[in-house]
């Protein structure tokens, strides 16, 4: 999909509208993440990000061909870079939310393992050593993996 404007003005009245939806979007899905509810986030998700695309290919045409806006009234445009400033600092704000947001869920996860191996290992039998005899070391057959790039 992508926009169907005939003239320079058109194109960026309606540029601005896909900018102020996406703005809106972001930053109710970074204020979900704020409030530690990020399911609340999950059903923006979709037309997130089909406007995120549409928003790019928009983007990219405009970078590669600028006489496709320069036609727009001045004061058209300057409200086109305003609604994109916007857009920016709520991906900032929403960027730095995700990151908080993964910060307490790896350090959970990194919690929740070191609790279960701490358990196995009470629980784990006293191992043999080469000659037969007890080492009074409890071994553990099981392993626990977390992967760091998750």
Do not use: H
Not at 32 to 56: I, K, M
């Amino acid at each position: 999909m992508a926009l169907s404007a005939e003239t320079s003005a058109e194109r960026v009245a309606q540029l601005i509208l896909l900018t102020e939806r996406l703005t809106k979007l972001v930053a109710a899905q970074a204020q979900a993440f704020e409030g530690r509810r990020p399911q609340d986030a999950a059903p923006l998700v979709e037309e997130t990000s089909r406007l995120a695309n549409l928003y790019r290919r928009e983007s990219a045409q405009i970078r590669a061909r600028p006489d496709l806006i320069a036609g727009a009234p001045l004061a058209e445009r300057q409200k086109l870079t305003r609604a994109t400033e916007a857009f920016d600092a709520v991906l900032a704000r929403q960027a730095r939310a995700l990151n908080a947001a993964k910060t307490v869920t790896e350090g959970l996860v990194r919690a929740i393992a070191e609790e279960v191996a701490a358990q196995r290992q009470r629980a784990a039998p006293e191992g043999y050593g080469p000659s037969g005899e007890k080492t009074g070391k409890p071994t553990d057959g099981s392993a626990i993996t977390l992967n760091r790039r998750a």
